[in-house]
């Protein structure tokens, strides 16, 4: 157990809705990482928060947010998706914002109908 | 931008053969380089990394050490186990600042008793 909790394990909805995942960091842990994993892009990496501040961005499409609150956690928005968004959507923690590992949870796979 | 590149999978194997699974990156400065598995069902785990050119990483049998002259980081491991079977992630992390990693594709490993 890597210390890091995902909620939901699976999400089955239909295109152009709308869904939250969230993401609980290890105790201590001040940044949170998301990535995405498919069949066609592998694992990209999308975002990370440090400490409730946005801190790197990456192949995150302008219809998917994210944010971090006060007590740590976070969520990933994803609004009207697409066939496309169906993935395995992994959160990540680490202790500092340039820390070298990287804790997974076990991911929310994401079904889009 | 900075990349990483496995060998192709699926890899089948013998139990008790003996295991390699290369990686070689491209990035600017210097980059940690880690080696992450995804057994089926669960995130992924961090299994090995180094941080600095001749660095050996090493973790439950297997090795890798971090050669800047050929930029790889291959895995390998002298003995291996039907338990092993698992998705291997070659991945490095960017810059010191923000520690976004970049995956190779995967190299999915099944080992046969």
């Known amino acids: 157990d890597s210390g890091v909790t995902q909620t939901p394990k699976h999400l089955i909805t239909a295109t152009g809705q709308r869904v939250t995942l969230r993401c609980s960091p290890r105790s201590g842990d001040l940044s949170v990482y998301w990535y995405q994993q498919s069949l066609d892009q592998g694992l990209q990496f999308l975002i990370q928060y440090y400490n409730g501040e946005e801190r790197a961005k990456g192949n995150i499409l302008e219809r998917f947010s994210a944010q971090q609150f006060p007590d740590l956690h976070s969520e990933l928005n994803l609004s009207s998706l697409e066939l496309g968004d169906s993935a395995l959507y992994f959160c990540?923690?680490?202790?500092?914002?340039?820390?070298?590992?990287?804790?997974f949870g076990a991911g929310t796979r994401l079904s889009v109908l | 931008g900075n990349s990483v590149t496995q060998m192709e999978g699926p890899v089948t194997l013998s139990e008790e053969a003996f295991l390699t699974i290369n990686c070689t990156y491209t990035a600017t400065g210097y980059p940690s380089l880690f080696w992450y598995v995804q057994y089926p069902g669960e995130g992924l785990q961090l299994l090995l990394k180094?941080?600095?050119?001749?660095d050996k990483g090493s973790n439950k049998g297997f090795e890798a050490t971090y050669r800047k002259e050929t930029t790889s980081f291959h895995l390998e491991k002298g003995s291996v186990q039907v338990s092993d079977s698992a998705v291997y992630f070659c991945a490095l992390s960017e810059d010191q600042g923000a520690q976004k990693l970049v995956f190779g594709q995967g190299t999915r490993l099944t080992i046969n008793p």
């Open positions: 180094a941080t600095k050119a001749d």
């Open positions: 990540a923690s680490s202790v500092g914002a340039g820390s070298n590992i990287q804790y």
